[in-house]
């Protein structure tokens, strides 16, 4: 599962260190992913290294049994292992569970987990969780390093800091099974959505539907983005394999995992507010970024793609139940660990919302919460019997020919602006270095009396450097055009002067010139029209 920041209090902006030991029901629903991933594994057993990303790794400790049999699966030949999750993920205690689980290569186990923690080679960042990769491409040369070493280990286990609806996590075309459970229904673009009477946006207390037609869009926006990232990691032939919490029914009907778990939860909420104990804006602060999805809704970007999206074909989809993996037969410890789970993934959350009662009641509230939320469990513990529901999905990456590979290009180059744009906001010059072509420009503000041009990677540090003034430099997209061997990129362009304070806020429209699946030329402009003048003057 991903994890959220809220930057200004660490406590209030990452999951428990022991997340694994508090969710079952994601190591449940991950298992449900190995036969398929085992399978495909055994498809390219002659590759002479296979390739896996799981995503939304956490802390990695569900990850473990899936590494173990893949490495027996593949029986000494070398297999790469990357687990990936936000930049603000706990990496420092997933390398630790990997290192006391599968040792290192150093004592001759045949395991390798890199980065190291004090690895300060470029591409390796470190937001005070941990060391790990930033891009694809500093991961999948550290990779490839890794073999390199005598003697050569059998698996090198890495980790990768790349928001999933962002970029790939590894080169494009390099990987053979990208794998994942209960990490697929968070939504990163949800910012100022409320989800007014519910915990979780769409379920039947969020009665507004105005509001859970603004979370359907969002999520069926980043559900085609994480598809067309996976599209653009996978090799031909590889799949993508997720197990997601999901929705029996659409509409008011809505219902996913912890059905009953959220109505109790709203129902506390609301009782509180009516009572004076919180303010309304702290009842409506309790929102989980959610969108737990039907089928029709995971099915529709294949189906209006003609079949496929970003060459990805759905090979399967089907929902499944588990029993709660918490369960017991004595209510009180059924209820006590059931909690234990909410806190794992809820208590960040729940803390800063209680905050705006005053910091210093945030904790007592918390506290009281969870305790009336366990009273109540275990007063009717088989109301959360039955309370998962998740969809199996299986796509598989075609080689596309005619009309497909066309289409298929066109959203390469989709997902590739989109890494670019990462890429900028994070200021990764190595990453960008990765994604231009060696003779590379990049024109800002076009039709200024003197444009200033950068070339090549140098261009790139340059233009850094030349912005080293500013604290904030941020490009806000609202819509990336599709305009076949061109991307026009449409948003606002954000800074602010780190001495001064002076702000920009400035219209943005960049025209993306592709070739040969890298950057070849960026051309920004203060109009639209202009932008698209452009393409059509080079065309």
């Given at each position: 599962m991903?994890?959220?920041?809220?930057?200004?209090?660490?406590?209030?902006?990452?999951?428990?260190?022991?997340?694994?030991?508090?969710?079952?029901?994601?190591?449940?629903?991950?298992?449900?992913?190995?036969?398929?991933?085992?399978?495909?594994?055994?498809?390219?057993?002659?590759?002479?290294?296979?390739?896996?990303?799981?995503?939304?790794?956490?802390?990695?400790?569900?990850?473990?049994?899936?590494?173990?049999?893949?490495?027996?699966?593949?029986?000494?030949?070398?297999?790469?292992?990357?687990?990936?999750?936000?930049?603000?993920?706990?990496?420092?205690?997933?390398?630790?569970?990997?290192?006391?689980?599968?040792?290192g290569a150093a004592n001759g186990s045949g395991v390798v987990v890199i980065p190291a923690s004090d690895d300060d080679r470029p591409g390796v960042a470190d937001d005070g969780k941990g060391a790990h990769y930033a891009s694809p491409e500093a991961n999948g040369d550290a990779c490839g390093r890794a073999f390199e070493h005598s003697p050569r280990p059998a698996v090198a286990i890495s980790m990768a800091g790349i928001p999933l609806q962002q970029a790939p996590c590894l080169p494009p075309g390099s990987v053979h099974v990208a794998v994942t459970?209960?990490?697929?229904?968070?939504?990163?673009?949800?910012?100022?959505?409320?989800s007014t009477g519910s915990v979780f946006p769409g379920y039947p207390d969020h009665v507004d539907e105005a509001e859970r037609q603004a979370w359907r869009v969002a999520a069926a926006r980043q559900?085609?983005?994480?598809?067309?990232?996976?599209?653009?990691?996978?090799?031909?032939?590889?799949?993508?394999?997720?197990?997601?919490?999901?929705?029996?029914?659409?509409?008011?009907?809505?219902?996913?995992?912890?059905?009953?778990?959220?109505?109790?939860?709203?129902q506390i909420l609301a009782e509180w507010r009516s009572g004076g104990r919180i303010g309304a804006a702290t009842a409506a602060a309790v929102v989980v970024p959610v969108w737990m999805r039907t089928l029709d809704e995971i099915r529709a970007p294949f189906e209006m793609?003609?079949?496929?999206?970003?060459?990805?074909?759905?090979?399967?989809?089907?929902?499944?139940?588990?029993?709660?993996?918490?369960?017991?037969?004595?209510?009180?410890?059924?209820?006590?660990?059931?909690?234990?789970?909410?806190?794992?993934?809820g208590r960040p959350l729940l803390l800063r919302a209680f905050a705006r009662e005053g910091y210093d009641r945030a904790h007592g509230l918390l506290a009281?919460?969870?305790?009336?939320?366990?009273?109540?469990?275990?007063?009717?513990?088989?109301?959360?019997?039955?309370?998962?529901?998740?969809?199996?999905?299986?796509?598989?990456?075609?080689?596309?020919?005619?009309?497909?590979?066309?289409?298929?290009?066109?959203?390469?180059n989709l997902a590739l602006a989109r890494t670019v744009v990462a890429a900028f906001?994070?200021?990764?010059?190595?990453?960008?270095?990765?994604m231009v072509t060696d003779d590379f420009q990049w024109i800002?503000?076009?039709?200024?009396?003197?444009?200033?041009?950068?070339?090549?990677?140098?261009?790139?540090?340059?233009?850094?450097?030349?912005?080293?003034?500013?604290?904030?430099?941020?490009?806000?997209?609202?819509?990336?055009?599709?305009?076949g061997d061109e991307v026009l990129v449409v948003g606002m362009f954000h800074a602010r002067g780190g001495g001064s304070g002076v702000e920009i806020h400035a219209p943005y429209y960049s025209a993306f010139f592709?070739?040969?699946?890298?950057?070849?030329?960026?051309?920004?402009?203060?109009?639209?029209?202009e932008a698209l003048a452009a393409v059509e003057q080079r065309e």
């Open positions: 991903l994890t959220a920041g809220t930057g200004r209090r660490p406590e209030l902006s990452s999951m428990a260190d022991d997340y694994a030991r508090y969710a079952l029901s994601q190591r449940a629903a991950f298992e449900a992913t190995h036969p398929a991933v085992l399978a495909t594994a055994r498809m390219f057993a002659d590759e002479p290294v296979l390739r896996v990303a799981d995503l939304g790794a956490a802390d990695g400790v569900n990850s473990h049994g899936l590494i173990r049999d893949l490495a027996q699966e593949r029986a000494g030949r070398p297999l790469i292992y990357t687990l990936v999750d936000l930049p603000t993920n706990t990496w420092g205690v997933a390398a630790d569970h990997l290192r006391q689980t599968f040792g459970g209960t990490a697929m229904h968070w939504i990163a673009d949800s910012g100022g959505l409320a559900w085609e983005r994480l598809l067309e990232m996976r599209a653009m990691e996978l090799a031909p032939g590889g799949r993508f394999i997720a197990a997601l919490p999901a929705s029996a029914g659409p509409g008011p009907e809505r219902q996913g995992p912890y059905a009953e778990l959220v109505r109790t939860m709203n793609g003609g079949g496929r999206i970003a060459g990805l074909e759905l090979e399967s989809a089907e929902l499944f139940r588990l029993d709660n993996p918490y369960w017991d037969d004595n209510p009180a410890v059924f209820a006590r660990r059931y909690v234990r789970s909410v806190s794992a993934w009281d919460f969870l305790g009336e939320l366990e009273q109540r469990i275990a007063d009717a513990p088989d109301r959360y019997r039955w309370d998962y529901i998740e969809a199996l999905v299986v796509c598989r990456k075609a080689a596309g020919s005619g009309r497909d590979t066309g289409q298929a290009m066109s959203q390469e906001n994070r200021r990764d010059v190595p990453a960008l270095a990765e800002t503000w076009t039709g200024t009396v003197q444009p200033t041009t950068y070339h090549g990677a140098e261009g790139i540090a340059s233009y850094f450097r030349d912005s080293d003034v500013w604290e904030v430099l941020n490009l806000e997209v609202q819509e990336y055009r599709d305009l592709m070739s040969g699946g890298k950057l070849a030329r960026v051309l920004s402009f203060r109009t639209e029209a």
